[in-house]
């Protein structure tokens, strides 16, 4: 791909950023990937724990 002389545009902006060198530079990304992995069962866990809302009668108003 040709190099873009003039970044007028988000668009091009976007696309010239260099996400991948911050992502591999920095540990926060890591830390927040790992942190996630390592939570989700947890929150799994307290979402199915949570009772379903009783249905209220007909009658009642």
């Not at 911050?22 to 890591?30: D, E, M, S």
């Not at 830390?31 to 199915?48: E, N, S």
């Amino acid at each position: 791909m040709a190099q873009m002389r003039y970044l007028y545009t988000l668009g091009a902006m976007i696309m010239r950023y260099p996400l991948r060198e911050h992502v591999n530079r920095n540990w926060v990304y890591k830390a927040y990937g790992i942190g996630l992995v390592l939570c989700l069962p947890l929150f799994a866990k307290i979402t199915a724990s949570i009772p379903e809302p009783k249905k209220k009668d007909a009658g009642h108003h």
